[in-house]
Protein backbone atom coordinates (compact mmCIF):
# COMPACT_ATOMS: atom_id res chain seq x y z
CA UNK A 1 0.00 0.00 0.00
CA UNK A 2 1.79 3.37 -0.72
CA UNK A 3 1.18 6.32 1.58
CA UNK A 4 -1.17 9.32 0.89
CA UNK A 5 0.49 12.31 -0.28
CA UNK A 6 1.05 15.51 2.69
CA UNK A 7 -0.77 17.26 0.08
CA UNK A 8 -3.95 14.66 -0.01
CA UNK A 9 -4.32 15.59 3.89
CA UNK A 10 -5.14 19.48 3.18
CA UNK A 11 -8.69 20.77 4.01
CA UNK A 12 -9.18 24.44 3.95
CA UNK A 13 -9.00 25.84 7.40
CA UNK A 14 -7.21 22.99 8.71
CA UNK A 15 -3.98 25.05 9.07
CA UNK A 16 -2.30 25.38 12.69
CA UNK A 17 -4.90 27.71 14.59
CA UNK A 18 -1.51 29.12 16.28
CA UNK A 19 0.15 30.51 13.38
CA UNK A 20 -3.05 32.72 13.00
CA UNK A 21 -3.73 34.70 9.61
CA UNK A 22 -0.98 35.77 7.17
CA UNK A 23 -0.88 39.50 7.47
CA UNK A 24 0.64 40.37 4.65
CA UNK A 25 -1.80 41.64 1.59
CA UNK A 26 -1.64 40.10 -1.63
CA UNK A 27 -0.70 43.34 -3.06
CA UNK A 28 2.33 44.71 -0.85
CA UNK A 29 3.42 40.81 -2.01
CA UNK A 30 3.10 41.81 -5.73
CA UNK A 31 5.07 45.24 -4.93
CA UNK A 32 7.72 42.86 -3.48
CA UNK A 33 8.22 40.20 -5.87
CA UNK A 34 8.66 40.64 -9.87
CA UNK A 35 5.51 40.16 -11.66
CA UNK A 36 7.35 36.99 -14.04
CA UNK A 37 8.01 35.34 -10.67
CA UNK A 38 4.88 35.08 -9.12
CA UNK A 39 2.64 31.88 -9.43
CA UNK A 40 -0.57 32.24 -10.33
CA UNK A 41 -2.52 29.05 -9.52
CA UNK A 42 -0.03 28.18 -6.82
CA UNK A 43 -2.50 26.78 -3.31
CA UNK A 44 -0.48 26.34 -0.13
CA UNK A 45 -1.58 22.69 1.78
CA UNK A 46 -3.34 22.86 4.88
CA UNK A 47 -2.59 20.44 7.38
CA UNK A 48 -2.43 19.90 11.08
CA UNK A 49 1.53 20.00 12.72
CA UNK A 50 0.43 16.37 13.84
CA UNK A 51 -0.81 15.13 10.46
CA UNK A 52 2.84 16.03 9.01
CA UNK A 53 4.78 14.49 11.82
CA UNK A 54 2.69 11.56 11.68
CA UNK A 55 2.71 11.76 7.67
CA UNK A 56 6.97 11.75 8.14
CA UNK A 57 7.18 9.14 10.94
CA UNK A 58 5.66 6.63 8.55
CA UNK A 59 7.49 7.41 6.22
CA UNK A 60 10.48 6.84 7.40
CA UNK A 61 9.22 3.75 8.77
CA UNK A 62 8.00 2.07 5.63
CA UNK A 63 11.38 3.15 4.37
CA UNK A 64 14.68 0.87 5.65
CA UNK A 65 17.68 2.10 7.28
CA UNK A 66 20.45 2.33 10.07
CA UNK A 67 18.59 3.15 12.91
CA UNK A 68 16.62 -0.13 12.23
CA UNK A 69 19.44 -2.60 11.63
CA UNK A 70 22.27 -4.14 9.77
CA UNK A 71 23.34 -2.30 6.67
CA UNK A 72 26.23 -4.59 5.40
CA UNK A 73 26.56 -2.05 1.80
CA UNK A 74 30.41 -2.94 0.56
CA UNK A 75 31.94 -0.15 0.27
CA UNK A 76 29.67 2.65 1.31
CA UNK A 77 30.93 1.99 5.25
CA UNK A 78 27.25 2.45 6.63
CA UNK A 79 28.23 2.64 10.00
CA UNK A 80 26.32 4.52 12.72
CA UNK A 81 27.46 7.99 13.24
CA UNK A 82 27.19 9.24 16.84
CA UNK A 83 24.58 11.47 17.42
CA UNK A 84 26.41 14.06 19.54
CA UNK A 85 28.27 14.58 16.36
CA UNK A 86 25.06 15.99 15.19
CA UNK A 87 24.24 18.45 18.09
CA UNK A 88 27.49 20.08 17.54
CA UNK A 89 27.24 20.34 14.10
CA UNK A 90 23.65 22.13 15.09
CA UNK A 91 25.85 25.04 17.50
CA UNK A 92 24.26 28.33 16.84
CA UNK A 93 28.45 29.43 16.63
CA UNK A 94 28.63 27.52 13.33
CA UNK A 95 25.24 27.35 11.75
CA UNK A 96 25.07 31.05 11.65
CA UNK A 97 28.03 31.52 10.05
CA UNK A 98 28.58 33.09 6.30
CA UNK A 99 30.87 32.24 4.03
CA UNK A 100 31.70 35.99 2.90
CA UNK A 101 32.30 36.73 6.66
CA UNK A 102 36.06 38.01 7.25
CA UNK A 103 39.06 36.35 7.90
CA UNK A 104 39.14 37.95 11.56
CA UNK A 105 35.49 37.26 12.07
CA UNK A 106 35.73 33.60 12.08
CA UNK A 107 38.95 32.61 13.57
CA UNK A 108 37.42 29.67 15.38
CA UNK A 109 35.88 27.94 12.20
CA UNK A 110 39.31 28.47 10.46
CA UNK A 111 40.87 26.96 13.57
CA UNK A 112 38.74 24.07 13.37
CA UNK A 113 39.31 23.29 9.49
CA UNK A 114 43.27 23.91 10.23
CA UNK A 115 42.98 21.50 13.02
CA UNK A 116 41.19 18.39 11.22
CA UNK A 117 43.81 19.32 7.92
CA UNK A 118 45.99 18.54 11.18
CA UNK A 119 44.45 15.14 11.75
CA UNK A 120 43.96 14.09 8.05
CA UNK A 121 47.61 14.67 7.79
CA UNK A 122 48.95 12.73 10.56
CA UNK A 123 46.61 9.87 10.12
CA UNK A 124 47.30 9.55 6.16
CA UNK A 125 50.86 10.51 6.25
CA UNK A 126 50.33 13.50 3.56
CA UNK A 127 51.93 16.22 3.68
CA UNK A 128 49.06 18.63 3.15
CA UNK A 129 44.95 18.46 2.54
CA UNK A 130 42.31 20.36 0.97
CA UNK A 131 38.66 19.85 2.61
CA UNK A 132 37.41 21.39 -0.52
CA UNK A 133 36.10 18.44 -2.50
CA UNK A 134 32.67 17.92 -1.64
CA UNK A 135 32.77 13.80 -2.40
CA UNK A 136 34.85 11.50 -2.98
CA UNK A 137 34.38 11.12 -6.86
CA UNK A 138 35.25 14.94 -6.23
CA UNK A 139 38.36 14.36 -4.39
CA UNK A 140 39.11 11.84 -7.44
CA UNK A 141 38.54 14.48 -10.44
CA UNK A 142 40.61 17.45 -8.43
CA UNK A 143 43.35 15.15 -7.87
CA UNK A 144 43.52 14.29 -11.47
CA UNK A 145 43.47 17.91 -12.29
CA UNK A 146 46.29 17.99 -9.89
CA UNK A 147 48.13 15.68 -11.58
CA UNK A 148 47.53 16.89 -15.23
CA UNK A 149 48.50 20.76 -13.95
CA UNK A 150 51.50 19.25 -12.32
CA UNK A 151 52.75 17.44 -15.75
CA UNK A 152 51.80 20.51 -17.52
CA UNK A 153 53.84 22.72 -15.65
CA UNK A 154 56.74 19.99 -16.07
CA UNK A 155 56.51 19.94 -19.62
CA UNK A 156 55.59 15.93 -19.68
CA UNK A 157 53.04 14.76 -22.35
CA UNK A 158 51.44 12.11 -20.28
CA UNK A 159 48.01 11.17 -20.74
CA UNK A 160 47.41 7.44 -19.52
CA UNK A 161 45.97 6.40 -16.29
CA UNK A 162 46.38 2.98 -14.87
CA UNK A 163 43.00 1.83 -13.41
CA UNK A 164 43.05 -2.29 -11.63
CA UNK A 165 39.98 -3.69 -13.21
CA UNK A 166 38.43 -4.10 -9.50
CA UNK A 167 38.33 -0.16 -9.09
CA UNK A 168 35.20 1.54 -7.79
CA UNK A 169 33.32 3.26 -11.31
CA UNK A 170 34.19 6.62 -9.95
CA UNK A 171 37.24 5.91 -10.87
CA UNK A 172 37.26 5.60 -14.35
CA UNK A 173 35.13 8.15 -14.70
CA UNK A 174 37.14 11.11 -12.94
CA UNK A 175 40.14 10.15 -15.38
CA UNK A 176 38.11 10.62 -18.60
CA UNK A 177 36.55 13.73 -16.80
CA UNK A 178 39.89 15.16 -16.30
CA UNK A 179 40.79 14.88 -20.06
CA UNK A 180 42.86 11.26 -19.48
CA UNK A 181 42.92 7.97 -21.12
CA UNK A 182 41.98 4.78 -18.62
CA UNK A 183 44.11 1.80 -19.06
CA UNK A 184 42.91 -1.20 -17.12
CA UNK A 185 45.44 -3.15 -14.98
CA UNK A 186 44.06 -7.02 -14.47
CA UNK A 187 44.01 -8.86 -11.21
CA UNK A 188 45.82 -11.49 -10.59
CA UNK A 189 44.47 -15.07 -8.84
CA UNK A 190 44.56 -13.39 -5.84
CA UNK A 191 42.77 -10.72 -6.37
CA UNK A 192 45.86 -7.96 -6.29
CA UNK A 193 47.37 -6.12 -9.00
CA UNK A 194 48.92 -8.43 -11.48
CA UNK A 195 52.60 -7.11 -11.26
CA UNK A 196 53.32 -8.44 -15.14
CA UNK A 197 50.53 -6.83 -16.21
CA UNK A 198 51.45 -3.83 -14.37
CA UNK A 199 54.89 -3.46 -15.89
CA UNK A 200 53.82 -4.23 -19.28
CA UNK A 201 51.84 -1.03 -19.38
CA UNK A 202 54.05 0.91 -17.78
CA UNK A 203 55.66 3.29 -19.80
CA UNK A 204 56.91 7.70 -20.02
CA UNK A 205 53.30 8.07 -20.88
CA UNK A 206 52.14 7.23 -17.81
CA UNK A 207 50.14 9.74 -15.33
CA UNK A 208 49.95 7.84 -12.22
CA UNK A 209 47.98 4.68 -11.62
CA UNK A 210 44.84 4.92 -9.49
CA UNK A 211 44.81 2.41 -6.94
CA UNK A 212 42.07 1.41 -3.88
CA UNK A 213 44.21 -0.34 -0.60
CA UNK A 214 42.64 -2.17 0.50
CA UNK A 215 40.89 -2.94 -2.77
CA UNK A 216 37.36 -3.26 -3.01
CA UNK A 217 37.74 -7.00 -2.45
CA UNK A 218 38.92 -5.95 0.94
CA UNK A 219 42.14 -7.34 0.00
CA UNK A 220 45.12 -5.18 1.18
CA UNK A 221 47.70 -4.75 -1.86
CA UNK A 222 50.79 -6.76 -0.37
CA UNK A 223 52.85 -5.41 -3.33
CA UNK A 224 51.98 -1.96 -2.72
CA UNK A 225 55.41 -0.86 -2.16
CA UNK A 226 56.93 -2.48 -5.65
CA UNK A 227 54.00 -0.96 -7.52
CA UNK A 228 54.49 2.16 -5.76
CA UNK A 229 58.73 1.93 -6.77
CA UNK A 230 57.66 0.82 -10.46
CA UNK A 231 55.40 3.66 -11.14
CA UNK A 232 58.14 6.03 -8.99
CA UNK A 233 60.84 4.69 -11.82
CA UNK A 234 58.86 5.98 -14.98
CA UNK A 235 58.56 9.44 -13.22
CA UNK A 236 54.76 8.39 -12.90
CA UNK A 237 52.77 9.04 -9.71
CA UNK A 238 50.44 6.83 -7.48
CA UNK A 239 47.06 8.36 -6.26
CA UNK A 240 45.14 6.65 -3.84
CA UNK A 241 41.33 6.06 -3.19
CA UNK A 242 40.84 6.64 0.33
CA UNK A 243 37.21 5.18 0.30
CA UNK A 244 38.34 2.45 2.39
CA UNK A 245 40.67 4.39 5.28
CA UNK A 246 38.33 2.94 7.64
CA UNK A 247 40.17 -0.75 7.24
CA UNK A 248 43.92 0.77 8.74
CA UNK A 249 43.43 3.85 10.67
CA UNK A 250 46.08 4.33 12.90
CA UNK A 251 47.63 1.42 12.17
CA UNK A 252 48.80 1.63 8.38
CA UNK A 253 49.86 5.56 6.17
CA UNK A 254 49.83 5.86 2.56
CA UNK A 255 51.77 8.69 2.88
CA UNK A 256 54.63 6.35 4.11
CA UNK A 257 54.36 3.88 1.62
CA UNK A 258 54.73 6.46 -0.76
CA UNK A 259 51.71 7.65 -2.12
CA UNK A 260 52.21 10.92 -3.99
CA UNK A 261 47.98 12.01 -3.47
CA UNK A 262 44.88 10.64 -2.43
CA UNK A 263 41.17 10.94 -1.07
CA UNK A 264 39.32 10.78 1.94
CA UNK A 265 35.67 9.81 2.24
CA UNK A 266 34.38 12.02 5.48
CA UNK A 267 31.05 10.44 4.91
CA UNK A 268 32.25 7.33 5.10
CA UNK A 269 35.57 7.03 7.61
CA UNK A 270 34.81 9.98 9.79
CA UNK A 271 31.10 9.83 10.59
CA UNK A 272 29.36 11.72 8.57
CA UNK A 273 25.92 10.19 7.60
CA UNK A 274 26.30 8.59 4.24
CA UNK A 275 23.73 7.94 1.94
CA UNK A 276 20.70 9.82 0.61
CA UNK A 277 23.39 11.80 -1.96
CA UNK A 278 25.05 13.87 0.60
CA UNK A 279 26.09 16.32 1.99
CA UNK A 280 29.50 14.68 2.24
CA UNK A 281 33.49 15.81 2.05
CA UNK A 282 35.94 13.95 0.27
CA UNK A 283 39.46 15.98 0.96
CA UNK A 284 42.67 15.86 -0.85
CA UNK A 285 45.97 14.96 0.80
CA UNK A 286 49.35 15.64 -0.85
CA UNK A 287 52.53 15.28 -0.73
CA UNK A 288 54.53 18.48 -0.91
CA UNK A 289 55.43 18.90 -4.23
CA UNK A 290 51.94 18.54 -5.10
CA UNK A 291 50.69 21.28 -2.48
CA UNK A 292 50.53 24.37 -4.55
CA UNK A 293 48.32 23.21 -6.71
CA UNK A 294 45.30 21.93 -4.67
CA UNK A 295 42.55 23.63 -4.64
CA UNK A 296 42.74 27.84 -3.20
CA UNK A 297 42.48 28.78 -0.57
CA UNK A 298 44.06 27.00 1.77
CA UNK A 299 44.08 27.66 5.89
CA UNK A 300 47.50 28.48 7.46
CA UNK A 301 48.59 29.79 11.18
CA UNK A 302 50.71 32.67 11.68
CA UNK A 303 51.29 33.10 15.85
CA UNK A 304 47.82 33.04 16.81
CA UNK A 305 46.26 33.97 13.93
CA UNK A 306 44.48 31.92 10.81
CA UNK A 307 44.44 32.65 7.35
CA UNK A 308 43.42 31.95 3.76
CA UNK A 309 46.35 31.33 1.31
CA UNK A 310 46.59 31.19 -2.54
CA UNK A 311 48.68 29.66 -4.62
CA UNK A 312 49.08 30.82 -8.16
CA UNK A 313 49.59 27.26 -9.38
CA UNK A 314 46.55 25.84 -7.84
CA UNK A 315 43.70 24.13 -9.93
CA UNK A 316 41.17 26.81 -8.78
CA UNK A 317 37.85 26.08 -6.72
CA UNK A 318 36.38 22.26 -7.08
CA UNK A 319 33.39 23.53 -5.02
CA UNK A 320 31.86 26.39 -3.81
CA UNK A 321 33.73 28.38 -0.79
CA UNK A 322 35.77 25.70 1.93
CA UNK A 323 33.71 22.94 0.87
CA UNK A 324 31.10 21.36 3.15
CA UNK A 325 31.60 23.07 6.78
CA UNK A 326 28.84 21.35 8.56
CA UNK A 327 30.36 17.62 7.10
CA UNK A 328 34.06 19.09 8.83
CA UNK A 329 32.70 19.77 12.26
CA UNK A 330 31.12 16.13 12.23
CA UNK A 331 34.27 14.65 11.14
CA UNK A 332 36.05 16.91 14.03
CA UNK A 333 33.79 15.84 16.40
CA UNK A 334 34.61 12.48 15.77
CA UNK A 335 38.24 12.66 15.51
CA UNK A 336 38.87 14.66 18.82
CA UNK A 337 36.32 12.13 20.93
CA UNK A 338 38.44 8.79 19.54
CA UNK A 339 41.92 10.27 19.27
CA UNK A 340 44.48 7.96 17.59
CA UNK A 341 44.25 5.08 19.91
CA UNK A 342 40.01 5.14 19.28
CA UNK A 343 40.78 5.27 15.86
CA UNK A 344 43.21 2.21 15.59
CA UNK A 345 40.32 0.35 18.04
CA UNK A 346 37.47 1.69 15.69
CA UNK A 347 39.16 -0.07 12.42
CA UNK A 348 40.38 -3.30 14.16
CA UNK A 349 36.80 -3.76 15.16
CA UNK A 350 35.88 -3.41 11.55
CA UNK A 351 38.36 -5.73 10.53
CA UNK A 352 37.34 -7.56 13.36
CA UNK A 353 33.72 -7.89 12.45
CA UNK A 354 34.28 -8.51 9.13
CA UNK A 355 35.94 -11.44 9.04
CA UNK A 356 33.95 -13.19 12.05
CA UNK A 357 31.31 -12.71 9.14
CA UNK A 358 33.02 -14.25 6.57
CA UNK A 359 34.27 -17.28 8.56
CA UNK A 360 30.64 -18.14 9.39
CA UNK A 361 28.96 -17.53 6.23
CA UNK A 362 31.61 -19.75 4.62
CA UNK A 363 30.56 -22.49 7.78
CA UNK A 364 27.35 -22.27 6.02
CA UNK A 365 28.11 -22.78 2.76
CA UNK A 366 28.73 -18.93 1.11
CA UNK A 367 32.13 -18.78 -0.56
CA UNK A 368 34.21 -16.15 -1.70
CA UNK A 369 35.75 -15.80 -5.33
CA UNK A 370 39.29 -15.04 -4.11
CA UNK A 371 40.37 -17.21 -1.11
CA UNK A 372 42.97 -14.29 0.19
CA UNK A 373 42.28 -12.78 3.69
CA UNK A 374 40.58 -9.35 3.64
CA UNK A 375 40.24 -6.50 5.54
CA UNK A 376 36.88 -4.54 6.62
CA UNK A 377 34.35 -6.08 4.23
CA UNK A 378 34.55 -9.67 1.90
CA UNK A 379 32.62 -10.14 -2.04
CA UNK A 380 31.25 -13.21 -1.95
CA UNK A 381 30.45 -14.98 -5.52
CA UNK A 382 27.18 -15.90 -5.26
CA UNK A 383 27.11 -17.88 -8.93
CA UNK A 384 26.64 -21.47 -7.15
CA UNK A 385 22.93 -20.76 -6.97
CA UNK A 386 22.17 -20.09 -10.83
CA UNK A 387 21.76 -24.25 -10.78
CA UNK A 388 18.25 -23.36 -9.32
CA UNK A 389 17.85 -20.36 -11.12
CA UNK A 390 18.62 -17.55 -8.17
CA UNK A 391 20.94 -14.79 -8.52
CA UNK A 392 22.72 -12.21 -6.44
CA UNK A 393 19.73 -9.56 -7.11
CA UNK A 394 17.33 -12.18 -5.65
CA UNK A 395 18.91 -13.03 -2.54
CA UNK A 396 19.77 -9.29 -2.09
CA UNK A 397 15.69 -8.90 -1.98
CA UNK A 398 15.10 -11.78 0.06
CA UNK A 399 17.09 -10.05 2.59
CA UNK A 400 14.85 -7.24 2.82
CA UNK A 401 11.84 -9.58 4.23
CA UNK A 402 13.86 -10.22 7.20
CA UNK A 403 14.99 -6.70 7.98
CA UNK A 404 18.24 -6.80 6.90
CA UNK A 405 19.65 -4.17 4.16
CA UNK A 406 21.36 -5.77 1.24
CA UNK A 407 25.26 -5.39 0.39
CA UNK A 408 26.20 -3.96 -2.51
CA UNK A 409 25.72 -6.57 -5.53
CA UNK A 410 27.24 -7.15 -8.86
CA UNK A 411 30.42 -5.00 -8.06
CA UNK A 412 33.10 -5.75 -8.05
CA UNK A 413 32.91 -6.53 -11.89
CA UNK A 414 35.19 -9.30 -11.55
CA UNK A 415 32.96 -10.98 -9.34
CA UNK A 416 30.53 -13.38 -10.68
CA UNK A 417 27.37 -12.53 -8.94
CA UNK A 418 29.05 -10.30 -6.23
CA UNK A 419 27.63 -10.03 -2.84
CA UNK A 420 30.07 -7.35 -0.63
CA UNK A 421 29.24 -7.24 2.59
CA UNK A 422 30.66 -4.75 5.02
CA UNK A 423 29.30 -4.96 8.25
CA UNK A 424 31.67 -1.79 10.21
CA UNK A 425 32.73 -1.83 13.56
CA UNK A 426 29.06 -0.63 14.92
CA UNK A 427 27.41 -3.53 14.28
CA UNK A 428 26.95 -5.18 17.65
CA UNK A 429 27.90 -8.84 17.44
CA UNK A 430 24.07 -10.39 18.62
CA UNK A 431 23.29 -8.13 14.81
CA UNK A 432 25.81 -10.21 13.25
CA UNK A 433 24.26 -13.37 14.26
CA UNK A 434 21.13 -12.47 13.18
CA UNK A 435 22.37 -11.58 9.56
CA UNK A 436 24.54 -14.56 9.64
CA UNK A 437 20.91 -16.87 10.64
CA UNK A 438 18.87 -14.78 8.22
CA UNK A 439 21.46 -16.30 5.46
CA UNK A 440 21.52 -19.61 6.13
CA UNK A 441 17.68 -19.50 6.18
CA UNK A 442 17.43 -17.88 2.62
CA UNK A 443 20.01 -20.40 1.88
CA UNK A 444 17.47 -23.40 2.67
CA UNK A 445 14.82 -21.39 1.23
CA UNK A 446 16.37 -21.88 -2.17
CA UNK A 447 16.72 -25.72 -1.68
CA UNK A 448 13.11 -26.09 -0.11
CA UNK A 449 11.02 -23.07 -2.37
CA UNK A 450 13.16 -21.55 -4.84
CA UNK A 451 10.03 -19.16 -5.85
CA UNK A 452 10.33 -17.51 -2.49
CA UNK A 453 13.28 -16.29 -2.71
CA UNK A 454 12.70 -15.60 -7.10
CA UNK A 455 9.75 -13.59 -6.06
CA UNK A 456 11.17 -11.80 -2.96
CA UNK A 457 10.46 -9.07 -1.56
CA UNK A 458 7.13 -10.25 -0.03
CA UNK A 459 7.16 -8.03 2.95
CA UNK A 460 8.02 -4.85 2.12
CA UNK A 461 5.47 -1.66 1.17
CA UNK A 462 6.95 -1.91 -2.35
CA UNK A 463 7.64 -5.22 -4.20
CA UNK A 464 10.24 -5.35 -6.93
CA UNK A 465 10.34 -2.98 -9.17
CA UNK A 466 11.07 -3.64 -13.18
CA UNK A 467 13.99 -1.75 -12.68
CA UNK A 468 14.35 -1.58 -16.78
CA UNK A 469 11.24 0.25 -17.25
CA UNK A 470 12.47 2.53 -14.39
CA UNK A 471 15.65 3.17 -16.34
CA UNK A 472 14.29 4.08 -19.63
CA UNK A 473 11.01 5.68 -18.43
CA UNK A 474 12.27 8.05 -15.50
CA UNK A 475 9.50 9.79 -13.44
CA UNK A 476 10.50 11.61 -10.86
CA UNK A 477 7.52 14.32 -10.85
CA UNK A 478 4.21 13.82 -9.23
CA UNK A 479 1.38 15.25 -11.10
C1 LIG B 1 32.48 5.48 -2.21
C2 LIG B 1 33.64 5.25 -3.03
C3 LIG B 1 34.08 6.22 -3.95
C4 LIG B 1 33.31 7.48 -4.29
O1 LIG B 1 32.98 8.28 -3.20
P1 LIG B 1 31.68 9.23 -3.26
O2 LIG B 1 31.81 10.06 -2.03
O3 LIG B 1 30.50 8.32 -3.24
O4 LIG B 1 31.77 10.04 -4.50
C5 LIG B 1 35.23 5.96 -4.63
N1 LIG B 1 35.92 4.82 -4.46
C6 LIG B 1 35.52 3.86 -3.60
C7 LIG B 1 36.35 2.62 -3.44
C8 LIG B 1 34.36 4.04 -2.86
O5 LIG B 1 33.97 3.09 -2.02
Given amino acids: ?40 DFEFIEVSEIEVIRHFIRLSNLNYHLDKGIYPLGSCT ?9 EVSSY ?20 LMYELIYFLKEISGMDYVSLQPPAGASGELTSMLVIKKYFMDKKEDRKIVLIPDSAHGTNPASVTMAGFICQTIKSNSEGMVDLDDLKKNLSEQVACLMITNPNTLGIFEKNIKIIIEELHRYGALVYLDGANLNAYCGIHRPGDVGVDIMHFNLHKTFSTPHGGGGPGAGPVGAKSFLVPYLPNPKIEKEGERYYFKYDKESIGKTASFYGNFNVFIKAYTYLRMNGIKGLKKMSQIAVLNANYLRKRLEEIGFSCEYKTSTLHEFVL ?3 DFKRKDIRALDIAKRLLDYDCHAPTIYFPLIVPEAFMIEPTETEPKEELDR ?6 KIKEEIEENPNLVKEAPHNTPVKRLDEGKAGRELVVKWD
Avoid at 19 to 39: A, T, Y
Avoid at 78 to 86: A, L
Avoid at 435 to 440: A, R
Fill in 78 to 86: MKHNPKVNE
Fill in 435 to 440: FISVMK
Fill in 1 to 40: MLEKLLKEYSKRGKFNDYLGEIDVEKKDIEKIIPQNLLRK
Fill in 92 to 111: EGFIFLHPLQKEEDIQGALK
Fill in 381 to 383: TLK
